[in-house]
């Protein structure tokens, strides 16, 4: 099984360009989520979709989109890239264990992306 | 203030020693936690899930809830050197739907 498969692994990108991170999880998971992680600042919640149709805003929002494409699709996108943004973003997917309190969470390898 | 509260360490033990690491919340809602360790340059991988208040063992590992005062901890018993990373501690987030992670402890277990 593939789990979750995020594209691209690493990416370089100049100050203003935009790119769209991909995410894909083939686990039937309603639930997906983007965490963006820093050196010392452990995971940060980015936005998240508790179901096809539905994203959220989490803990650090500003400066990018989302799109639920599909159950399966879930994407990132950078409109205007600012080195505040070079980060390591990690998808994840989940269940829910009861109305919509997720379950363990199922990690992409991760996407290295620096902003210069 | 953030929701979920580490101690960063770095905590040192010897092999074979107990590893304690603590964690705090702030929403007296929450309902799910999670530990999950992490390798320098991996992915986060679950460790233990815990639901409800005691204790929770998993061969050398247990997970302690407390929802009265807000806090969950790990034990690693019989710590290994292949224990070295960063355990992070996640709890579900005020509106229920999306985990919040602590900032991680990192562990070092010298042999």
């Known amino acids: 099984n593939a789990g979750v498969t995020q594209t691209p692994k690493f990416q370089v990108l100049k100050t203003g360009q935009s790119m769209t991170l991909q995410c894909a999880q083939d686990?039937?998971?309603?639930?997906m989520y983007w965490y963006r992680q820093d050196p010392g600042m452990g995971l940060r919640l980015i936005y998240y979709s508790a179901s096809e149709g539905t994203t959220d805003k989490g803990e650090v929002p500003n400066g990018y989109n989302v799109s639920r494409l599909n159950k399966r699709e879930f994407s990132l996108r950078l409109e205007s890239a600012a080195p505040s943004q070079t980060s390591v973003y990690f998808c994840?997917?989940?269940?829910?264990?009861?109305?919509?309190?997720?379950?363990?969470?199922?990690f992409g390898e991760g996407s290295r992306l620096t902003v210069l | 203030q953030k929701e979920v509260e580490q101690n960063s360490g770095p905590l040192s033990v010897p092999e074979g020693a107990i590893a304690s690491l603590n964690c705090t919340y702030s929403?007296?809602?929450?309902?799910?936690f999670f530990w999950y360790r992490q390798y320098s340059g991996k992915s986060p991988e679950l460790i233990m899930f815990i639901y409800s208040n005691g204790d929770k063992e998993d061969g050398r590992f247990t997970a302690q809830l407390n929802k009265a005062s807000q806090y969950v901890s790990l034990l690693i018993r019989d710590s290994q050197p292949s224990d070295s990373a960063t355990y992070l501690c996640a709890v579900n987030n005020q509106a229920g739907t999306a985990l919040i992670f602590g900032k991680g402890t990192t562990l070092s277990v010298s042999s």
């Open positions: 929403d007296r809602g929450s309902q799910s």
């Open positions: 994840a997917s989940s269940e829910v264990i009861s109305g919509e309190v997720p379950g363990e969470l199922f």
């Open positions: 686990m039937n998971h309603n639930s």
